[in-house]
Every structure is written in C-alpha cells, then in structure tokens.
C-alpha cells in the first residue's frame, strides 16, 4: 500500500504570530516554526499501517525552504520519503488553492490508495482540507478520526460528535483525516535521525504540477485578507458586591451580555 501524509510547518503556538503589514499574509519568519503536531498524529497512524502489513509512506508539504525541518521530522519517525513542493509564485495560496496544489502533488506518487491529514492546522483552523482534496480527487472522505483500521480495500474509521460516535466506512483510494484522540505520536530515534538525511526527498515548482503563477498565490486564491488589527488588550472584569441583591445583579450582568 502506498500512503502519503500531509505535513505543514506552522508557526510555534508558543510564539507571538502577527501578519505582514505588506500584503496580508502570515508572516511566518518571525515565528518559530515547527512540524504541526496534529501532523505527526497522522505520520504514526501511517506507521501503525506500515508495522502491521506492507506500506511504503510519502510525506507531502507545500511550503519554503525551512519547511525541510518538518519533512525531516517526520522521515525520522518512520516515514520512507518525501514530496516538498516549493515555490516561491504559492506564496499567500488559500485553502482552496492549495488543496489544488496538493491533489496535483498527491498525482505524482504512484498508485496512492490512501491520503492521511490532521484534521486541521493551528496556523489555518480551516478544517476543509481532507473534504477538499477528496472532491478534487474525486476519493471518498473520512474526517476527524479517532480511530482507524485499514482491511483489504476498505477505510473504517470512529468519529466522536456532540451525539455520539459514527462508524464511517469507504473504499480505497480515500483520504482521511486524523482528530487529536487517535494516538500519541513516537519520538524519533537516534537511529531513524541519522536514516532521516539519506532518505530522497523530491522538490518540486509549480511548473512540474502543470500549474502556473496566475492559479496559485494570492493572484489564484479565492479569499484574501482585507485588513487587520492588534487583538485589544483584556478589560477588568466587573465585580458585584452581594448586598442581599447579588444574584439579581449577575443576571442583569449576563442580560447585558446578551448570555441570557
């Protein structure tokens, strides 16, 4: 079986994250970055396939050329190599161009029958991309899975909602997206660190994808960023004093709030 994962750099949650006053867009080098960690959730269940039976693992990622770092990270827990599409025409791409980009990508690995994502990234919080890759792919899609199981030709997986849980159910090839309750993902070892730097990694432009600088970027994106501004800072809270009056008081507070 051949899987491709998904993996994004993303700024450290830890550090201050701001936009680019130029055009907009996340302005990713004054952030630490690192490997997504809903990613790595999604690399181990890959490994979990590839122990359990015979699975050759690609990790995909579009982005500069610091996103090395992450493609590392996930060759040194287990993957056995990697697609990096880098460009510098996908700079400020949205959602929907850059599951473009990806299901052009995902179509230069051979005999794909199973795609695996986080369910979303902490520097996006779209939570579309599995459904939109699945569309362009024209593959089944199976979101927010906390458990998977792969037999034969078929993807099984257990979704946790407000209601319940879903047992959903698909043939291969699909893509799947993984929920943080799936697993905990391993640390690399000395050994699959030192393995990490011999294992191929294919760079790619937009040019090999068949794509040019007018469908990607912010020329090709559907959705941009009009303006922004500082989050403001947090106000002092509102204390009651409880004269004998104290719950009318909060309930007229949260009237006031629009709570009740």
């Not at 004054?30 to 690399?43: F, G, K, Q, T, Y």
Request: with cysteine; net charge negative.
């Amino acid at each position: 079986m051949n899987i491709v994962v998904l993996i994004k750099q993303v700024p450290d949650t830890w550090s201050e994250r701001t936009l680019s006053d130029a055009d907009k867009t996340l302005d990713r080098a004054s952030s630490d970055a690192v490997l997504d960690e809903i990613n790595e959730r999604a690399v181990e269940e890959a490994l979990k396939i590839k122990e359990a039976g015979d699975a050759t693992i690609t990790v995909l990622t579009v982005g500069p050329d610091r996103a090395t770092d992450a493609i590392r990270k996930a060759l040194s827990m287990g993957a056995d190599k990697a697609v990096h599409v880098n460009d510098d025409a996908i700079h400020g791409s949205d959602a929907v161009t850059t599951a473009r980009i990806l299901a052009k990508a995902i179509g230069t690995v051979e005999d794909v029958q199973l795609v695996l994502a986080g369910n979303e990234a902490t520097d996006g919080r779209s939570g579309a991309m599995a459904g939109m890759l699945g569309e362009l792919l024209g593959w089944p899609s199976l979101t927010h899975a906390n458990e998977l199981s792969v037999d034969g030709g078929t993807a099984s997986i257990k979704r946790e909602t407000d209601e319940g849980t879903c047992d959903v159910t698909a043939s291969l090839p699909a893509v799947v997206s993984v929920a943080e309750k799936i697993n905990e993902p391993r640390y690399p070892s000395f050994k699959g660190i030192m393995a990490a730097k011999k294992k191929p990694v294919n760079a790619l432009g937009i040019g090999d994808l068949g794509l040019d600088a007018g469908e990607v970027g912010l020329a090709g994106s559907l959705t941009q960023v009009d303006s922004f501004a500082p989050r403001p800072p947090k106000s002092g809270g509102q204390k009651v004093s409880d004269e004998g009056d104290g719950g009318q008081k909060i309930a007229e507070f949260l009237v006031g709030q629009k709570l009740i």
